[in-house]
């Protein structure tokens, strides 16, 4: 079955650092988004990145897809202790419900 | 005004009983869904609504089942409670188009 599938599992960072995470997923798509969960709440969208595009911005947030690897990659510059939760991408494709993969739990120690 | 709210926000119950969880989204939004989170914070979608169809993930049980009576509205049914039920479960809607989902806070089942 077409699942994004994030990559780590766990990243613990101290403030101030940059966080990576990766997202790959096995069927085309119309597009990609990241999504952070807090702790005990609903999921919230970050961004959203088409099939044709190959970089996207939000603030401290930078998304880029590789359609070719199937991959994308969310980087957050400047951790901060709020940055604190879970991080999943979800994959849209082509009529087809949104699909999250296990998520990326990322710690920033103050 | 929360977008996407979810009702009761914990609910502890009996093997074997019926339960229902209320959603309510005010975007007008034409699609709403469900998604059940597990333990190891896996979201599996369980279904998808619109006024043109019901699509069901075909691995959810039939003791499920989810009721629009308009379309702000998604609630879930679930009949004969079991212990592998316990989980976190999410309603969400969006636009046809799915370019952005919102979500519910969550509604936590516990099954004793």
């Known amino acids: 079955s077409q699942q994004g599938e994030e990559d780590p599992q766990a990243l613990s960072i101290q403030e101030g650092e940059n966080a990576t995470m990766n997202c790959s997923y096995k069927?085309?798509?119309?597009?990609l988004q990241w999504y952070r969960q807090n702790s005990g709440r609903g999921l919230v969208h970050l961004i959203l990145?088409?099939?044709?595009?190959r970089e996207k911005h939000s603030g401290r947030l930078r998304v880029t897809l590789d359609t070719s690897k199937k991959s994308s990659s969310l980087l957050i510059t400047a951790s901060r202790a709020a940055d604190t939760a879970s991080y999943f991408c979800a994959t849209d494709n082509y009529g087809q419900n949104f699909v999250f993969g296990p998520g990326t739990r990322l710690s920033v120690l103050p | 005004d929360t977008a996407v709210s979810q009702t009761p926000k914990y609910l502890v119950t009996q093997m074997g009983n019926d339960k229902s969880i209320k959603c309510e989204q005010n975007?007008?939004?034409?699609?709403m869904y469900w998604y059940k989170q597990d333990s190891k914070k896996f979201l599996k979608i369980m279904f998808s609504?619109?006024?043109?169809?019901?699509?069901i993930n075909e691995t959810v049980p039939n003791r499920f089942s989810p009721k629009s009576p308009d379309k702000a509205h998604l609630n879930l049914h679930i009949n004969s409670l079991e212990l592998g039920d316990s989980a976190v479960y999410f309603c969400?809607?969006?636009?046809?188009?799915?370019?952005?989902?919102?979500f519910g806070q969550g509604t936590r089942l516990t099954v004793v």
């Open positions: 969400a809607s969006s636009q046809d188009d799915r370019r952005k989902a919102f």
């Open positions: 609504y619109n006024n043109k169809e019901l699509i």
């Open positions: 069927t085309s798509i119309n597009n």
């Open positions: 975007l007008g939004h034409d699609t």
């Open positions: 990145i088409r099939s044709n595009e």
